[in-house]
């Protein structure tokens, strides 16, 4: 069984910075390709970005880039996501997931095990 746990939400102000954590557990994981998602209130749940298997691509909404950074330990089996110079249209539950059966996608519907979510909420 598949586990993803995420950590590392908040509160913060704009400008300020987060690292969200995502270890996953219950099967192979190092050889898909990982995501980080988010929804918003009333909107709709959007990719933020993805990493392939070996970190060696990765994709960026263009919303993020430049602020965020996905990376990935595939010793840990955890996934990572920088998020500096964070503005108030950032706060959302953010969710990460795996494509399992894809080395590397972007493509949401690809994206078949998720996490409970955390939230990042603007504190200013």
């Known amino acids: 069984q598949v586990q993803l746990v995420e950590s590392g939400g908040g509160l913060v102000q704009a400008g300020g910075s987060l690292r969200l954590s995502c270890a996953a557990s219950?099967?192979?994981?190092?050889?898909?390709?990982m995501g980080w998602f988010r929804q918003a209130p009333g909107k709709e749940r959007e990719i933020v970005a993805a990493?392939?298997?070996?970190?060696?691509?990765?994709y960026y909404a263009d919303s993020v880039k430049g602020r965020f950074t996905i990376s990935r330990d595939n010793v840990k089996n955890t996934v990572y996501l920088q998020m500096n110079s964070l503005k108030p249209e950032d706060t959302a539950v953010y969710y990460c997931?795996?494509?399992?059966?894809?080395?590397?996608?972007?493509?949401?519907?690809?994206?078949?095990?998720w996490g409970q979510g955390t939230q990042i909420t603007d504190s200013s």
């Open positions: 997931a795996v494509a399992y059966g894809y080395s590397r996608t972007y493509k949401s519907a690809r994206y078949n095990y």
């Open positions: 219950g099967r192979t994981f190092s050889t898909y390709a």
């Open positions: 990493i392939s298997w070996n970190g060696g691509t990765t």
